[in-house]
Each structure stands twice: as structure tokens, then as C-alpha cells.
């Protein structure tokens, strides 16, 4: 029973970005929404995108409004092409169902939501790249993160070979740092590494005893 809810936990959102992305098609050839669909996308990133000045004013102004304070969660749903959203929804698909094997949904669902803010919080206090951060990769990372967790002090996931999907993760990371560094323009790599960081933390308190462990460690401490 858990894992049927962990698995529909990732594929709830996956559907919930293959909607939206859906919208964006249908809207830019002008089958739904009359003429001002074809500008759904765009508007989509100006409103919910994450901007490496946000942090800045918050911090200046003590201020958290919400509808900025959203953003960093809403932007990891609203892909800029329809090539990022497909990618986006096959690793959310394929490593969420992994880890459906040994989270709960609720933590599932918390690793993508929470790591994507993660890492848009990452990418506007780097502060690298002037433009708007928008789309799922940060969220995909994170989960990858939470993965690296479960690998490194949880239960391995049935199927997985522990030190080769270890090293399965590190040459995906390099990766995404050189192609990042090398061939991408801009630093939304920044937001990828951060997402991966934030959902390697959650994913070492969300793992099966992860919370127990932390806590009589504190209490140890």
C-alpha cells in the first residue's frame, strides 16, 4: 500500500508537468485559448520564473512576500521548451519510481518540491546569471540527491548495485558541471548542483530511520 501511494506520488508529478507543458503546445499552435495562447509560456516564466535579485531584496527590504516566496517552488513546473519537459518527466518518472521502493509519497513529493526550491534559492544567491530560472531540472537533481542519501546510509533500492550506482551519480554530476561550464551559456548549473545538495539533506532525514537517527544524534551531541 505504501509504495502503490509513494508511485503514485511520482507519476502525479509527472503529470502534473506533462499537463502543463501540454497547455504550452496546445496553446502555441492555437488549438486552445485563442490568440493570447500563444504567449502562455513566456508569461508563465516572467511570473512564477526565479530572478537572482529576488533574494537580494528580501534581504534588504526583511521582507518574504508570498507571491515571491511561491515562485520558488512554482518555477520548477513551468519548463522553457518542450525538449526540458520531457526530459524533466522522464527522470522525475524514472527516479521516482526507484525511490518509491523506500520512501514514503510525502517524502517523494517533499525531495522534489523542496530540492527544486533548493536549488532556485542556490541560484539566486549565487547570483551567476542574470536571467530568469524556470523548469523542472532542479527538481529532477534533487531527487537524484535523495537517491545519492538512500545509497550512502539507507537501504539500497531493490535492483541497485550500491557502489555502481554511486558512481552512476558522481559521473552525472561531472557531467552536469562540464556541460554547464563548457558548452551552456549562463549558470543554471548553479541551480541543478544546488537542487542535488538540498535533496541530498532531505534525503538523509526523509530515508527510512533518517529522523530517528538525526535525532539521537542531537540528543548525543
Known amino acids: 500500500m505504501r509504495r502503490s501511494l509513494a508511485t503514485a506520488a511520482v507519476w502525479l508529478l509527472a503529470m502534473v508537468i506533462a499537463v502543463i507543458e501540454a497547455a504550452f503546445l496546445l496553446g502555441g499552435a492555437g488549438m486552445i485559448g485563442g490568440p493570447e495562447a500563444a504567449a502562455w509560456r513566456l508569461e508563465a516564466v516572467q511570473r512564477f520564473g526565479v530572478a537572482p535579485g529576488m533574494t537580494d531584496w528580501m534581504l ?3 521582507s518574504l512576500p508570498p507571491d515571491l516566496v ?30 518509491a521502493a523506500s520512501l514514503r509519497a510525502g517524502a517523494i513529493l517533499a525531495l522534489f518540491v ?11 544567491l549565487a547570483g551567476l546569471d542574470p536571467q530568469l530560472l524556470a523548469g523542472g531540472m532542479p527538481g529532477a537533481f534533487a531527487l537524484l540527491g535523495g537517491l545519492a ?19 552512476l551519480i558522481a559521473l552525472a554530476l561531472g557531467l552536469r558541471l562540464w556541460l554547464g ?13 544546488a537542487g542535488f545538495a538540498t ?10 530511520g533518517g529522523w530517528r537517527a538525526l535525532r539521537g544524534r542531537v540528543r548525543h551531541d
Open 199 to 208: 535533496g541530498a539533506l532531505l534525503g538523509a532525514v526523509l530515508r527510512p
Open 60 to 62: 534588504e527590504n526583511r
Open 114 to 124: 523542496l530540492g527544486a526550491a533548493g536549488g532556485g534559492l542556490g541560484y539566486a
Open 149 to 167: 542519501a538512500l545509497l550512502l546510509a539507507g537501504p539500497v533500492p531493490a535492483g541497485l548495485n550500491r557502489v555502481r550506482a554511486l558512481a
Open 181 to 193: 561550464l563548457q558548452i551552456e551559456a549562463g549558470a543554471r548549473w548553479s541551480a541543478d548542483l
Open 70 to 99: 511561491a515562485r520558488f517552488a512554482a518555477f520548477a513546473f513551468v519548463n522553457e521548451a518542450p525538449e526540458r519537459a520531457l526530459f524533466v518527466v522522464v527522470l522525475v518518472a524514472g527516479l521516482g519510481s526507484v525511490l
